[in-house]
């Protein structure tokens, strides 16, 4: 198994630019998350999916959309990126019965 | 969720045993006790669960007290490759629709390994 994959691992955005972060596992869970963790602090939860077609907004949701078309795939995109939105995004996914989540390696995107 | 609270960080020596605590004295009956761990520059790790009981697996053991206010991690062998930040999380399992999903991540107890 792959695991929790992300692409691409290094992104830099200049303001007002759009783009999708990807993010795939292969591990068939139901539930996938998308988190930003900002230097110095913990990590703050996007959105989440607990299975295809189904999506909610978590901690920090403004400036984000997400889709679930598939179980396997959960990407995030950036509507119109703001300086603010530098940071390490981390894609997890876990069974329906456990808080047990498997973390990608992280993209780290910077918006100039 | 209940609140957690861990030291700001801890030294631990090569080969010893690295006990991390946890406080969450307003647990619920209902909520389990999460350990991750992040390694620098890395995605976060499960390291292990449990609810009242005490539990190991392979890479750590967990001690959570009777009266499950607090709890706390054994590394029992540590390496420098366990010098990460680790996290205490508090979290009640919920089925689809039970509310809001995600982890409550914290600022953690940086753990650095000294050889």
């Known amino acids: 198994n792959a695991g929790v994959t992300q692409t691409p691992k290094f992104q830099v955005l200049k303001t007002g630019q759009s783009m999708t972060l990807q993010c795939a596992q292969d591990m068939n869970h139901e539930y996938m998350s998308w988190y930003r963790q900002d230097p110095g602090m913990g990590l703050r939860l996007i959105h989440y999916?607990?299975?295809?077609?189904?999506?909610d907004q978590g901690e920090v949701p403004n400036g984000y959309n997400v889709s679930r078309s598939t179980t396997e795939d959960f990407p995030l995109r950036l509507l119109s990126a703001a300086p603010s939105q530098t940071s390490v995004y981390f894609c997890?996914?876990?069974?329906?019965?456990?808080?047990?989540?498997?973390f990608g390696p992280g993209t780290r995107l910077t918006v100039t | 969720d209940a609140k957690t609270t861990q030291p700001t960080s801890m030294d631990c020596a090569e080969g010893r045993a690295a006990n991390l605590p946890c406080n969450h004295s307003t647990i619920s009956g209902n909520e389990y006790v999460y350990w991750y761990r992040q390694i620098h520059s890395q995605g976060p790790q499960y390291i292990i669960h449990g609810l009242k009981n005490n539990e190991t697996n392979e890479m750590a053991s967990l001690i959570i007290t009777e009266d499950r206010k607090s709890s706390t991690l054994i590394l029992p062998h540590a390496t420098l490759r366990d010098t990460a930040v680790y996290y205490c999380i508090v979290r009640a399992f919920m089925y689809s629709g039970g509310g809001a999903d995600g982890l409550t991540f914290g600022k953690g107890t940086h753990l650095i390994i000294q050889p």
């Open positions: 997890a996914s876990r069974l329906q019965e456990t808080y047990e989540q498997y």
């Open positions: 999916s607990v299975g295809a077609g189904i999506t």
